[in-house]
């Protein structure tokens, strides 16, 4: 009875572990940073500052539209996990909408999609199940280019 419990125990952990493969991690916003969102210089230094965050951070930009004040980034990958059982794969991608407020001052807004697939099934947005997960991405790109700023 014992061997069978061991046994059990042993086999529910080996079956239920997962580990992270590859060396992808989620980006960290620091401690106690707090986003503008209103930036009162002029639109193409925001629009310059955004532009550079993401070359820095070899984020691929998907399209942009400087008229239109919008910035749609490629894909960024995620952590990946893997079990006996399968693997989960995230992923995600900013977009950035800039409004203008009058008197030369604009509202940027950004906005992470975060995306899970498992076991090679199509990729699912999970936004709405990481919340914090979600804001920590968006604050971390706010910070890099605030630092574009300053």
Not at 117 to 131: A, L
């Amino acid at each position: 009875m014992k061997t069978l419990i061991l046994f059990s125990f042993l086999a529910s952990v080996f079956f239920c572990s997962c580990f992270t493969v590859g060396s992808a991690t989620f980006p960290n916003a620091s401690k106690n940073f707090t986003p503008r969102k209103t930036y009162t210089q002029p639109f193409d230094t925001l629009w310059n500052a955004v532009q550079n965050a993401l070359v820095a951070n070899r984020i691929t930009i998907a399209s942009q539209d400087k008229e239109n004040m919008s910035i749609q980034t490629d894909y960024i990958q995620g952590i990946t996990q893997a079990s006996l059982l399968g693997s989960e794969s995230t992923r995600y991608k900013y977009s950035i909408i800039f409004t203008s407020t009058g008197s030369h001052a604009f509202t940027m807004h950004i906005v992470a999609t975060l995306e899970a697939t498992s076991k090679g099934n199509d990729w699912n947005e999970v936004s709405k199940d990481n919340p914090a997960l979600v804001r920590n991405l968006e604050n971390w790109l706010y910070e890099k280019i605030e630092n574009q700023l300053n």
